[in-house]
C-alpha cells in the first residue's frame, strides 16, 4: 500500500522552503503578524526543537490568498 503522507508539524527550515523566506523573514512573521500561526516548542528548555503546525499555516496562507481579492 502506497500512501502519500503530509508532516503534521514542520520545523523553521520547512517552514522557509514552504513559504520561500528566510528565517529573518519567518522570524519578523512570528512578531509583527498576529494572524500568523504561533511556533510550538516541545520542551521547555531554551533548546527545544520548534515546530509549526502544517494544518495552521496552510489555513493562514489561503486566508492571505483570500485577503489579496477581497
Known sequence: M???YTKLR???KDVCHMLSVERDKLNK???TDPSFPRPIKEGA???AAVY???N???NWWEDQ???RYS
Open 65 to 67: 490568498k483570500q485577503a
Open 10 to 12: 514542520l520545523t523553521i
Open 29 to 31: 512573521l512570528v512578531k
Open 56 to 58: 495552521e499555516l496552510v
Open 52 to 54: 509549526f503546525d502544517y
Open 45 to 47: 528548555s531554551r533548546q
Open 2 to 4: 502506497n500512501m502519500m
